[in-house]
């Protein structure tokens, strides 16, 4: 049996007219091998098939057959599914459904992640196995193979934090409705995909010739996200002392400075997908929806030419749990607009850190990248670790988490007597801290429902944020999209309490 979502994953970016006039994403074709072997014949072709991985990423289309992981329902749902974000598009029900903590199997958002997923893995096998028959110089061939490796790694990192187990995929002959398996066997195929990616990747790649391009940086911080999501303590260590002790990476003196177009994949930047089209190597670049989704509607109104339609806001509570000069809070909310007669408007907490005014004044749809992966998350992820390896923070947890809010204190010009550094902290007082300091740092970056599941806080912490709004313990995993189940009983049980 063989996939054929796999082939049509594919031609998608390299055929769209074929692609269209194919069925359906499931049915047997024995002909894919043949596919495969007549594809790829070229360094072009096999290029051509790891960008095809890339562009799942970003794809805006949100037709049943392909769409974009980052789009926005990977990081909208982590933000409306827990304290960070409240709905506001009216009659989208299901995106209430996330920040009520009432969503059920049937949800278009949580299908969008699993789908979309699958198909970048789909296509991510295809490049795999295709690679290795092609005639090029073998540094060339790894290092495609590890960025193939690195993108499967994480698409499966993200599924498995999302609905625990789910089906193990690494071949195009894999069969067409494969069980669910088990979550320590997903993490151990992730672990050695990255391993293999870190060991393969370039450290960096020739001026405007990599923007977006898995490194071996962005191997190493992934992979020790994935060991401190297990609570492999140690590993995870080891692993953001690569990246620190690297010198590749570090933070900006100005956290505003994190958000800039033009410093996309600077010295912050791990990996992050790309939404841009000037200057990028891999082709399929879509624009964003981040400040359309997130900017007040007013502003619309106050600036000619810009569209923003406020779907989504961030909670009081986001906003109040910012010290007021902390430079976070200014870069990440619009709370007043100035309009053209002069007045001013009032408007709830929306997130602006997206919009860079300079570069993008029009807001809108953006060519903002999305930050995947910062180096302010290795350094409070090296933090983590360290505390709950020695039970307490070591000086070099403290040195770690600090450097973070250093940065906080700066507000463009000079420092502020804000945010003192942590010290002589408990283990439980300084987790909490920790826990409070990813809030302020990685707004609207995806994080929020996952960090509320590592820390054992989604519970406790929501109801603070949305008064009646109680996760339930099954909360910490989303349920499998009936959609598939319906495809693939194999699928069942489904997750507990759904």
């Not at 070229?42 to 057959?65: C, G, K, Q």
């Not at 009520?100 to 295809?126: C, E, M, Q």
Request: glycine share 8%.
């Amino acid at each position: 049996m063989k996939k054929t979502y796999i082939r049509l994953s594919i031609l998608f970016f390299l055929a769209a007219a074929a692609v269209m006039a194919c069925k359906g994403l499931l049915e047997e074709d024995p002909k894919d091998q043949v596919f495969v072997d007549n594809f790829f014949q070229t360094e072009n072709d096999a290029i051509a098939a790891v960008n095809s991985i890339y562009s799942i990423l970003n794809s805006t289309s949100t037709a049943p057959t392909f769409g974009g992981v980052f789009h926005s329902s990977y990081w909208v749902t982590s933000g409306l599914a827990s304290d960070e974000m409240e709905n506001r598009i009216i009659g989208a029900n299901e995106l209430d459904q996330l920040a009520t903590f009432t969503h059920r199997p049937v949800n278009s958002n949580l299908y969008d992640i699993w789908r979309n997923a699958y198909k970048g893995i789909a296509n991510a096998n295809f490049a795999i196995e295709g690679i290795p028959t092609v005639k090029m110089a073998d540094a060339t061939k790894n290092r495609l193979l590890g960025e193939a490796r690195f993108l499967r790694g994480l698409l499966y990192f993200d599924l498995v934090r999302l609905f625990g187990d789910i089906p193990l995929m690494l071949r195009l002959d894999a069969a067409i409705t494969p069980p669910r398996s088990p979550k320590a066997d997903v993490f151990a195929q992730i672990a050695d995909d990255l391993e293999f990616a870190k060991q393969n990747l370039p450290v960096s790649y020739p001026a405007g010739n990599g923007l977006g391009r898995a490194t071996t940086g962005a191997a190493t911080g992934l992979l020790a996200k994935v060991y401190l999501t297990q609570g492999a303590w140690q590993k995870c260590i080891d692993e953001c002392l690569a990246v620190i002790n690297s010198g590749n990476y570090g933070l900006y003196e100005d956290f505003a400075d994190a958000f800039k177009i033009p410093n996309e994949n600077g010295k912050e930047t791990l990996f992050s997908v790309g939404f841009g089209t000037a200057g990028n190597s891999i082709s399929f670049w879509e624009v964003g929806q981040f400040n359309v989704r997130l900017l007040p509607r007013q502003l619309s109104g106050a600036i000619p030419g810009v569209n923003a339609q406020g779907w989504q806001v961030a909670t009081q509570n986001l906003y109040d749990d910012f010290e007021p000069q902390d430079r976070r809070r200014e870069v990440t909310f619009l709370t007043t607009i100035q309009n053209t007669n002069g007045s001013t408007t009032t408007v709830e907490p929306h997130i602006q850190k997206y919009w860079d005014k300079t570069t993008e004044p029009l807001a809108g749809n953006t060519d903002h990248d999305f930050p995947y992966l910062r180096y302010a998350d290795v350094l409070l992820m090296y933090a983590e670790a360290l505390n709950e390896l020695n039970n307490g923070p070591t000086p070099d947890a403290y040195d770690a988490v600090n450097a973070v809010r250093k940065r906080a204190r700066f507000n463009g010009s000079v420092a502020l007597p804000i945010l003192p550094d942590l010290q002589g902290l408990s283990y439980q007082t300084f987790k909490d801290a920790l826990l409070l300091e990813r809030r302020r740092e990685f707004v609207a970056e995806g994080h929020r429902w996952f960090d509320l599941v590592r820390f054992g806080k989604l519970e406790a912490l929501v109801p603070v944020a949305k008064p009646g709004v109680q996760p339930q313990p099954f909360h910490n995993l989303f349920p499998v999209p009936q959609g598939e189940i319906d495809l693939n009983p194999n699928l069942l049980p489904q997750n507990t309490g759904y």
